[in-house]
């Protein structure tokens, strides 16, 4: 069983960055592909970012790339999502996610373990 706890999330304007951070129990932290996924109002939860047990891959949605980045840090069970050059489209509730089982990266379903979600506004 994991738990994850996301926090960082909050009010920002336009041009400006936020670091998320994910913070996972469990002693097999280091084995699991980690997700970043985000769900705005009236829409489906879409896939955001992932990083290999390793860190040595990334992966990222095309509307985040060169401005999101995505990391690990297996000594202390936490992946990060730093967000630079923030959009108001990039406003919505943003959750991690564990995979423990080296699923498809982008799909919801391949992740077992889900944080609670943090909240990020962009205003313009």
């Known amino acids: 069983q994991v738990q994850l706890v996301e926090s960082g999330g909050g009010l920002v304007q336009a041009g400006g960055s936020l670091r998320l951070s994910c913070a996972a129990s469990g002693r097999t932290f280091s084995r699991y592909t980690m997700g970043w996924f985000r769900q705005a109002p009236g829409k489906e939860r879409e896939f955001v970012a992932a990083i290999s047990w390793s860190g040595g891959t990334t992966y990222y949605v095309d509307s985040v790339k060169g401005r999101f980045t995505i990391s690990r840090d297996n000594a202390k069970n936490t992946v990060y999502l730093q967000m630079n050059s923030l959009k108001p489209e990039d406003t919505a509730v943003y959750y991690c996610?564990?995979?423990?089982?080296?699923?498809?990266?982008?799909?919801?379903?391949?992740?077992?373990?889900w944080g609670q979600g943090t909240q990020v506004t962009v205003s313009s």
């Open positions: 996610a564990a995979d423990p089982d080296l699923g498809t990266y982008d799909y919801p379903r391949s992740y077992d373990y």
